[in-house]
């Protein structure tokens, strides 16, 4: 059998070991998470215009918009019942009819940057394609938002922002 002063070492020496491992599988799990959260919030390009979208949860709504803090059109799709929706098509269409940008957005939340004028943004989800028009302003930036429910029903409000 052992001596109590061999136990209380044993002890002093196992503990910290122990502790140092637990500390160091968090922080590799953390870094994991975040990296992984980081990742899928990266700016990405359609006709030469940068948008990022995402958004899911309130930490990764707020990490959205401080990576995109300078454009000017902010998108969001929602259920009528106010529960965010993800995965929406996005088609931006200049004043006269072209296409300026088309993508999916991945989460309820779809950033841009455009130059000032008028758009008219087409958001499709559920097999319901919504539209509404918006002025983009050459300072500060508008707001659309859009509404599906599940019986087909949809809304759109657009607000302008300085």
Known sequence: YKKKSEVCT????IFPVIASFV???????SNFVSGVAAEELTVKTSNGFSYLSGGFGEDERERLRSIAGGDN?????ALQNK????????????????????AISEGPL?????PAGSYTVEATA???????AVHV?????????????EGGEA????MAQK
């Open 10 to 13: 044993m002890k002093k020496i």
């Open 23 to 29: 500390v160091l599988v968090g922080l590799t799990a």
């Open 73 to 77: 059109l902010e998108l969001s799709f």
């Open 83 to 102: 529960n965010y929706l993800g995965g929406a098509n996005v088609l931006i269409k200049d004043a006269r009819g072209n296409n300026v940008l088309e």
């Open 110 to 114: 779809f950033l841009v940057d455009l």
């Open 126 to 132: 559920m097999g319901k394609t919504l539209k509404q």
């Open 137 to 149: 302003p050459s300072k500060g930036h508008a707001q659309v938002y859009f509404a599906w429910n």
């Open 155 to 158: 809304t759109t409000q657009a």
